[in-house]
């Protein structure tokens, strides 16, 4: 089977709506699409924030998305995948990332929408800095991301028999 | 041997620049020990790798650990935990 698949990495917004339309028209073997908007939040622990800026390494970030969107393409029968996530300033209400995962059942499409959401989190280099009256600082990386990732590590030499 | 060392994030925040043309003395053969070598390197890198074991690294865009040999990298870069997504 060939997934369709698109990364994009980009500065300016998108259409998760559009996007994820796109996996699915003219097609009728697709039974199931998931997907998966990041937004900013206007506040984070009751603190207001005026924005976020989105720091990334360009060329690594394309690769590392590609790699998983590779990975998930070969551990479930999808038929499409999409992943866009911006960088630069990106304000409360804003999307800031999306996933769409298409396949003909529902199994498949959340798994991989999720392990792409989990990977994404842990290993695409993108850094968040969050502007809250007048100040920056950089978002701390949360232990409950990297077990949300470890948990799609599969042990090792089971490949073959899956 | 000459690399490109890119920085990230706070660690670039703290190392003053994005990236820099350096010449690693020889002796240097993991990433761990080039990163004990750049923090003797001066107060602002001190201060980038004052944690190292919080530090990632990627060599030629692809993720490595601290013992993996820097070997014939062109680009090695540093930064903090990812929070993209």
């Given at each position: 089977m060939t997934a369709a698949t698109t990364v994009r990495i980009q500065r300016e917004g998108f259409d998760a709506a559009a996007e994820a339309a796109r996996l699915t028209r003219?097609?009728?073997?697709?039974g199931a699409l998931v997907t998966f908007t990041g937004i900013c939040r206007g506040a984070e622990a009751g603190e207001p924030i005026e924005a976020l800026t989105l720091e990334h390494y360009p060329g690594m970030a394309e690769a590392e998305i590609e790699r998983h969107v590779a990975e998930a393409v070969a551990r479930w029968p999808l038929m499409g995948v999409t992943v866009i996530h911006r960088y630069g300033r990106i304000a409360p209400g804003e999307d800031i990332m999306m996933v769409a995962a298409a396949s003909s059942h529902r199994e498949a499409a959340f798994s991989a929408a999720e392990f792409l959401m989990d990977y994404l989190k842990t290993r695409a280099p993108f850094w968040k800095q969050v502007e809250k009256a007048g100040a920056t600082d950089w978002v701390e990386a949360k232990a409950a991301d990297d077990s949300a990732a470890e948990r799609w590590v599969r042990p090792a030499g089971r490949d073959a028999a899956e | 041997m000459s690399i490109t060392l890119r920085y990230f994030a706070w660690v670039r925040e703290r190392i003053g620049k994005p990236d820099e043309v350096v010449d690693v003395p020889p002796g240097i053969g993991t990433v761990g020990e080039l990163m004990t070598w750049l923090a003797s390197r001066g107060e602002e890198y001190a201060h980038a790798f004052e944690?190292?074991?919080?530090i990632r690294a990627a060599i030629d865009r692809t993720h490595v650990k601290a013992?993996?040999?820097?070997?014939?990298?062109r680009e090695i870069a540093f930064f903090p935990p990812m929070t993209g997504g």
């Open positions: 003219g097609r009728t073997d697709i | 944690n190292p074991k919080i013992h993996t040999p820097i070997g014939t990298a």
